[in-house]
């Protein structure tokens, strides 16, 4: 039986051998029991004990023994073989509580009962599906690309940036405008409205140099057509500047758009790998517990259980001897 504090644990064995040499004084077979589980609990508190207790441990291994050779000498064979084989059992169900004892120490959280553990797969299953709903479809590769450049640019939007209640809110609108009704597949972010604002530029560019070209034309050929032209285009390009001025706005927005689309994604991808990972740890316990139960409906597990039924009394003996888990987890776990 495994204790935190390795003191408390050696005070356990000595009073447990103190009982034991008084209930079992006419039952040899109960000694001999009690004697060797002492030695074997002893045996692996050692390596845990102060220095100081090393005298007071010795004792114990010393009374141990003697109540071990006064079973034995009293004991016949087939009672001291019949303990042996049950011991045996207790082995071989040991190995799988010694694993479902590691898996329970790697647990995201404690573990009361089979229960807990029901609820825990359950609620981490519904968490995962709400965060991969909450995450939407992937970004396309170009627009990892473009967000890859937009992080190089504002190296402030990071991930682990702790975000605030607005810009979570944000986040989620962005998100639902950039994924648009795609229910799968990856999905393109785009960054620039169309027409783009540089496209904007360039048409507004292209009206200045033909209304300059139009009045220089108007002075040198004296053609009134012209003027006509000149303003025409001059009016054309004064339109398009402010298209282009009011698509740069509109474009600075949708950069900054997709970056907290981006930054709350990978939050929740981040929760979402945390999840799986606490989803991975109760599954592994649930695993060990199925072979578990695969043992006790074996015929060793089904022997095994129907001694520990007979005779109650030592079953606590052969657990201390061979047990992977103390009598108050293994009862929890039956």
Do not use: C, N
């Not at 986040?171 to 990856?186: C, H, K, M, N």
């Amino acid at each position: 039986m495994t204790h935190a504090d390795p003191r408390s644990a050696l005070e356990s064995i000595e009073r447990a051998l103190e009982e034991a040499a008084q209930r079992f004084a006419q039952a040899p077979g109960g000694l001999w029991l009690a004697g060797a589980a002492a030695i074997e609990a002893a045996h692996r508190l050692l390596p845990r004990l102060e220095p100081t207790e090393a005298a007071r441990l010795e004792a114990l291994l010393a009374r141990a023994q003697r109540l071990r050779d006064q079973g034995e000498a009293r004991a016949s064979a087939h009672e001291i073989a019949a303990l042996m084989e049950w011991i045996t059992l207790a082995r071989e169900r040991a190995a799988h509580e010694d694993a479902l004892g590691a898996a329970m120490q790697r647990a995201p959280g404690p573990l009361a009962s089979r229960t807990d553990l029901e609820a825990a797969v359950e609620g981490l299953g519904a968490e995962l599906a709400s965060l991969s709903r909450d995450a939407g479809p992937a970004p396309s590769p170009r627009t990892e690309a473009a967000i890859a450049s937009l992080r190089a640019q504002h190296p402030e939007a990071e991930a682990d940036a702790p975000l605030d209640d607005a810009a979570i809110a944000r986040g989620r609108e962005a998100l639902r405008a950039l994924s648009g009704a795609a229910s799968s597949g990856p999905v393109e972010w785009p960054l620039t409205p169309f027409p783009s604002s540089a496209a904007a530029l360039a048409l507004a560019a292209l009206m200045a140099a033909l209304a300059t070209a139009s009045l220089v034309a108007v002075s040198l050929l004296t053609q009134p057509l012209l003027l006509g032209v000149a303003t025409g285009a001059s009016v054309v390009g004064g339109l398009v500047l402010v298209v282009a001025l009011a698509r740069r706005r509109s474009e600075r927005s949708r950069r900054l758009q997709v970056l907290e689309a981006w930054r709350l994604r990978a939050r929740i991808l981040r929760k979402h790998d945390e999840a799986r990972a606490q989803l991975a740890a109760w599954s592994e316990i649930g695993r060990v517990l199925g072979q578990l139960d695969a043992y006790r409906r074996s015929e060793g597990g089904v022997a095994l259980e129907a001694r520990d039924h007979r005779l109650p009394a030592l079953a606590p003996w052969v657990r201390r001897m061979a047990g992977g888990l103390d009598d108050e987890t293994a009862r929890r776990f039956e």
